[in-house]
């Protein structure tokens, strides 16, 4: 299994969720994982799962000198950049009368600012041919009374991927997106959803998903190595939604 031999992949959010089970099947694969996430303890307990192959960055891709430090480290100890997965997001959910500048200015940092400059700071790194994957969200097509900022952050990333991959053509780097439907990950605990909304709502979708569950970290990490490998050569500014038909059917 090495789809990714000796390829140098960058993973934000990497600590957790689905980047994690992304930089366990990268790894797999035969590729040298760096893995960047805000939390210290996250990040130590991620990075002695991966074990010692694997290099973990503590950085805040909100703020532009934690994404400038990783992607010179990242870039400079191993030869550039192959793969790119711009994964690091949060999904507070909040009524539109609810929220604040301090929350809008918080999901828009993290989820959009963060992806626009991780891409842009890693530019003098990524090696010719290589790929950008950014996570997006089935809500960018949605309308979800309590996620006004976040799908509107979520909508904006898939738009950055057609933008990025036309600015980027002639280094032949490909942007394509991944768009998760419900996933059972950490995140959906930070919601800040009381439990019982919570569960009401991923009835509401298990119900309406043809696949009739919750998805796994790892079937997103299986989409991300196809757009991250040779395999999706002619894969260009596209999203890949990964939602067991919830948007689709
Ligand atoms: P998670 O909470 O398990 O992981 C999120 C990761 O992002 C963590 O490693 C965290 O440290 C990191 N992160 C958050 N803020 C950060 C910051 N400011 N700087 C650096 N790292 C930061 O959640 P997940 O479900 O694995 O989410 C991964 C991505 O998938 C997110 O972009 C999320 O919006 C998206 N997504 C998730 C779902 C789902 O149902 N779980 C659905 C659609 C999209």
Redesign the pocket.
């Known amino acids: 299994m090495d789809r990714l031999k000796d390829k140098i992949a960058v993973i934000?959010?990497?600590?957790?969720?689905?980047?994690l089970a992304t930089a366990r099947l990268f790894q797999a694969e035969g590729a040298h994982v760096v893995v960047?996430?805000?939390?210290r303890d996250?990040l130590d307990r991620a990075a002695s799962e991966l074990g010692g192959e694997a290099t973990a960055i503590q950085?805040?891709?909100?703020r532009i000198e934690d994404v400038d430090r990783l992607m010179h480290a990242a870039g400079t100890t191993h030869g550039g950049i192959d793969v790119l997965f711009v994964?690091?997001?949060?999904?507070p959910f909040v009524a539109v009368e609810d929220v604040t500048e301090e929350h809008f200015d918080e999901v828009i940092g993290?989820?959009l600012k963060?992806a626009f400059f991780s891409v842009q700071r890693a530019l003098p790194y990524l090696n010719e041919g290589a790929s950008v994957i950014l996570?997006s969200?089935?809500v960018n097509t949605m309308g979800l009374p309590m996620a006004s900022v976040y799908s509107a952050s979520k909508a904006a990333v898939r738009s950055l991927a057609r933008s990025l991959s036309a600015a980027l053509a002639d280094r032949r780097i490909r942007v394509n997106v991944l768009s998760?439907?419900?996933?059972e990950?950490?995140?959906?605990g930070?919601t800040g959803l009381p439990k019982e909304m919570l569960e009401g709502f991923t009835e509401q979708i298990v119900e309406r998903a043809p696949v009739g569950r919750v998805g796994r970290?790892e079937e997103m990490a299986s989409v991300a190595l196809f757009l991250a490998s040779d395999a999706s050569s002619y894969v260009v500014g596209s999203e890949f939604t990964a939602d067991g038909g919830l948007t689709q059917v």
């Open positions: 934000t959010g990497g600590t957790s969720g689905i980047g960047a996430g805000r939390n996250a950085a805040d891709v909100s994964n690091a997001g949060i999904a993290v989820n963060g996570t969200s089935v998760p439907g419900l996933i990950t950490p995140l959906l930070k970290p």
